[in-house]
């Protein structure tokens, strides 16, 4: 029992150790793409929100504006968000596993860095990096922030999916949907509408649907490219917002849920509350 015993305190040592490197590891990592983040900002193109601004858009559109934004709102330059949720490991069943985050978001030009850990067992978190940096898009999970699961980047799909994430969370840095910050928009119908954002090149457009109060409830691409067996399928993929909340006098939504809308049905694999939220203007 006795050489039991120290055996299993060898083996926490080490993972105690290895938690240690991978949290020094991870924060470096962190540290580099904040930095290139912070260093592709231009300056924003107009100061504050100006209600002339909702002058020609569609109908759906003007009215969540008017609502979520008062007159003369600064605008969002940048904004750190944490989250906590859970995250679906599983590509067709439900492995629903818990996760926290932190978020750097830059609203001009366009980026974000998601810092994610997801509890895939105990004592053994999955860190990952999501993000949209100076036009790249990076997706990594690593176990206890060392030992690399995979890297995507460099790739066009992986940018455009990554800016597509950037665009569906503006609902939570509403300036951000504003003509004068990049966003065009065509009508619908009297419930939706079609937003269009470019960056280095890469256009996206997604539609917008919003609730009887005016209020946006989904936002959908009509493809992004889905990992299934080592393959990238491209699928139809949607967002829900809910539960609205005054932050800074602004309305946002707390709640979120992301889904792929694969032939067999919607698969739902993100959902999130917002914990905290801070905006720099």
């Known amino acids: 029992m006795k050489w039991v015993s120290l055996g299993l305190l060898g083996i926490a040592g080490v ?17 580099e793409l904040l930095d290139r983040l912070e260093a592709a900002r231009i300056p924003a193109a107009t100061e504050h929100f100006d209600p002339r601004e909702l002058e020609g858009l569609p109908s759906p559109v003007a009215r969540h504006l008017s609502q979520v934004l008062p007159a003369g709102t600064p605008i969002i330059r940048a904004v750190d968000v944490a989250h906590h949720g859970t995250f679906n490991v599983s590509q067709g069943g439900e492995r629903w596993r818990p996760f926290t985050s932190r978020q750097r ?35 990594e999970p690593a176990i206890l922030g060392l030992f690399t699961l995979m890297e995507l980047r460099d790739r066009a799909e992986v940018a455009r999916g990554e800016l597509m994430r950037f665009f569906a969370e503006a609902a939570w840095y509403p300036t951000a949907l504003l003509p004068s910050q990049g966003m065009r928009w065509e009508p619908v119908d009297h419930r939706s509408a079609r937003a269009t954002l470019a960056d280095r090149g890469l256009a996206l457009s997604m539609t917008f649907h919003f609730r009887e109060d005016g209020l946006i409830e989904t936002i959908r691409a009509d493809s992004r490219g889905r990992a299934v067996d080592g393959k990238v399928l491209p699928t139809p993929w949607e967002a829900r917002v809910s539960n609205y909340q005054r932050r800074d006098g602004m309305l946002i939504p707390i709640d979120g849920e992301v889904a792929w809308l694969a032939p067999e049905g919607r698969l739902p694999y993100w959902r999130g509350t917002i914990t905290g939220i801070a905006y720099q203007r």
């Open 15 to 31: 993972v105690v150790a290895l938690r240690g490197i991978g949290q020094w590891r991870w924060s470096a990592r962190s540290r």
């Open 105 to 139: 978001v830059v609203t001009r030009r366009p980026g974000f860095l998601w810092d994610g850990r997801v509890s895939m067992l105990p004592g053994l978190p999955v860190h990952v990096h999501d993000a949209y940096v100076d036009g790249e898009g990076i997706l």
